[in-house]
């Protein structure tokens, strides 16, 4: 059973900066993080939750959703089993609860498919609130 735990959620400013953690552990069939596709999703509330990053197995390809290309940045640490999501340039829209996943290992999300939820594993975390004030 794939454990994740988000971190980092704050109260900002317009035009602040915030970088989110996410700890995963519990991994069954392979202990490399780098063998697992990651990614970040968020949801505002009375919406849906969409897709915000994504990073293939071994960092081969990088997805981001247009409205977040430029001020955000998807990467993971290997060692500490940790992905991080940085955040800078932030706007009110940005305001939701962020949660991480993952899929495979060895699996990586078509092009078209990284954005749907259904694609991944359906092992997330609590999620962690990010709120931007204007």
């Known amino acids: 059973q794939v454990q994740l735990v988000e971190s980092g959620g704050d109260l900002v400013q317009s035009g602040g900066s915030l970088r989110l953690s996410c700890a995963a552990s519990?991994?069954?069939?392979?202990?490399?993080?780098?063998?697992?596709?990651v990614a970040w999703f968020r949801q505002a509330p009375g919406k849906e939750r969409e897709a915000v990053a994504a990073l293939t197995t071994k960092n081969r390809n990088i997805y981001y959703r247009d409205s977040v290309k430029g001020r955000f940045t998807i990467s993971r640490d290997n060692p500490t089993k940790t992905v991080y999501l940085s955040m800078n340039d932030l706007k009110p829209e940005d305001t939701a609860v962020y949660y991480c996943?993952?899929?495979?290992?060895?699996?990586?999300?078509?092009?078209?498919?990284?954005?749907?939820?259904?694609?991944?594993?359906?092992?997330w975390g609590q999620g962690t609130q990010v709120t931007v004030s204007s």
């Open positions: 996943t993952i899929d495979g290992p060895y699996i990586d999300p078509m092009p078209d498919a990284w954005t749907r939820a259904s694609h991944w594993m359906g092992s």
């Open positions: 519990g991994f069954t069939f392979a202990p490399d993080l780098d063998d697992y596709s």
